[in-house]
Structure formats: C-alpha cells, structure tokens
C-alpha cells in the first residue's frame, strides 16, 4: 500500500506581487507524495490556487518655466485580476537496480483582465484644458503544460551510465483588448478592438554516455535535438467618430510562422578528488530558423 503525507505551505503559492498599489491576494493548495517500495515506485504531485486583485492609481503633474509654457497633468487608474492554477505530477520508477524511469507533467493555466483609465490634461494659468481620455481593456487567457520524461540506464561496468531526456512544452496565449480615445486636440474618438492569438510548441530530446577513464577521472558525452514551432496571429478592428461599422486595419493584422531547431553536442572531461573539481569540454551547435508570414 501507499504511504503519503499532505503539507500546505502558502507561501509557495504565492505569484509575484504588484510593488505598486493596493493588492488582495487569495492562495491554496494541496501537497501529496506516496511510495510503494514493493513496485520501486514514487508519487508526488500538487495544485496551487493563487487569485490576485491590484488596484493603482498615479497622479501626474509636470511643471514647465518660460513665458510661452504650459503644464501638464495625468491621472492613471490601472486594476489588474489575475488568477492562477498550477498542477504538478512526478512519478517515479525503480525498474531494477540499474534502470530508473521518472516522467514529470505540468500544467498552469492563468486569466488576467486589466482596466486601465488614463486622463490629460493642459494647465496654463490654473486652467485645466482636457486633452485626451482614454480607457482600455484586456483580457488575457494562457495554457503552459512542461513535460518530461528521464530514463538512466547503469552498465555492468562500474562507473558506465546511460541516460536519455525528452521534454515537450506547449503555450497557447489568447488576448483580446477593447480601446476607447477620445483625443480633444485632434476631435477624433476611436473604438478599437484587437484580438491575438499566439502558440509555441517545444520539443528536446537528449542522450548523455559517462565513461570512467581513472578513479577521479570521467569523460561525458552528450547529443541532443531540439525544434520550436511558433504561430502568431493579430487582428484589428478600427471606428472612428460617427463611423456606423468597424473596418480592418490592416496595419495592426497579420500572421506570422516560425520555425527553429537543430542539433546539439557535447564532450566534457570531469576531475574530482577531495577539494579540486575540475570540469572541461567543447560543444557543438547547428542550428536553424525560417519564418512565413
């Protein structure tokens, strides 16, 4: 049977705070680990629970000399939600004293949504003229799962191991953000809507050889491969003053495909004994990157 053990400790749940402002943060979470020594098994895995609610305002106010000068003011009022899930999952496996089996998947999705409402204005003789108004929101939605999986082979040599990594991670970004201006100087008002879309793929796969050549001494080999595929895309919609439907601009549209991958190797020499360790080596990288929009 399983033994486990169950732990919350909060302040690893925490996500990285917003200096500025006030800041509500609500974290939880739930840690478990088991074995079962007759199968050579391990189990550990955890989710986390993180929302955060930020609220900022600035007050801005540039002072100018001369005779023909005029001031300038800001008031900022930014509010950012984000909200946090994060699952994580380890297994491993003790096949026999000299193979080892170990996957690791995660997974994190994360929501923020931003207001921001910014206010300008010109000062000339303690008179406030407005300039511009603007209000902007966005909402932002992402996926992230690593994933990796080890196996570590010993030889019936002494010191002889073999071992082979693969890792595969996945992100998908979706973002769609709403624009209201309204500039005084120019008379124009503007509605913009934008909507994103972006997602990368990440594939590595590793193999590394020890080989002992003395009782202090190693000789490591490595060869790798890796690709990155990326795909990006925007569209923008604009409606300006009394406009009665949204058009394209074409301007803030496009699409984008990238590709980037290749080969890698390794050969280190390693030398400990008592206080000196030594390591040394040279690596070789071949690499390519082509995009198409």
């Known amino acids: 049977s399983f033994s486990h053990a169950e732990n919350n400790n909060v302040s690893s749940m925490m996500t990285e705070l917003n200096p500025y402002g006030i800041t509500q943060t609500t974290a939880a979470g ?21 929302l955060s609610d930020n609220a900022t305002s600035y007050d801005i106010f540039d002072e100018y000399f001369g005779e023909t ?5 800001q008031d900022l009022h930014l509010n950012n939600r984000d909200q946090n899930h994060r699952f994580n999952f380890k297994l491993e496996y003790q096949a026999t004293p000299k193979d080892y089996f170990m996957i690791r ?15 300008d204005w010109t000062v ?23 994933n ?27 973002e769609d953000m709403d624009l209201e201006l309204n500039n005084v100087q120019s008379q124009k008002n503007v509605l913009q809507k934008t909507i994103s879309k972006n997602d990368q793929k990440s594939y590595t796969v590793t193999a590394s050889y020890v080989v ?18 990326g795909h990006i895309k925007q569209a923008t919609e604009t409606k300006v003053n009394d406009e009665q439907t949204f058009s394209i601009d074409s301007m803030l549209c496009g699409r984008a495909n990238s ?32 995009t198409v929009n």
């Open 30 to 50: 739930v840690n478990y680990s088991g074995d079962n020594k007759e199968y050579g098994l391990k189990f550990s895995g955890h989710y986390l629970y993180n």
């Open 69 to 73: 000068t005029s001031d300038n003011k």
């Open 105 to 119: 998947p995660s997974l994190v999705m994360q929501k923020r949504k931003q207001d921001l409402a910014l206010t």
């Open 124 to 146: 000339m003789e303690s008179v406030d003229s407005l300039l511009l108004n603007q209000n902007t929101q966005t909402d932002q939605s992402v996926i992230n799962t690593m």
């Open 148 to 174: 990796e999986a080890l196996y570590m082979h010993k030889f019936n040599n002494r010191g002889h191991a073999l071992s082979v990594n693969a890792k595969f991670s996945y992100t998908h970004t979706d």
């Open 212 to 229: 002992p050549i003395s009782k202090h001494m190693r000789i490591k080999a490595d060869a790798g491969w890796n690709y990155v595929d």
């Open 259 to 290: 590709h980037y991958g290749g080969f890698l190797s390794n050969l280190s020499y390693m030398y400990n004994r008592k206080r000196w360790n030594v390591v040394g080596g040279t690596e070789f990288h071949s690499y390519e990157l082509w």
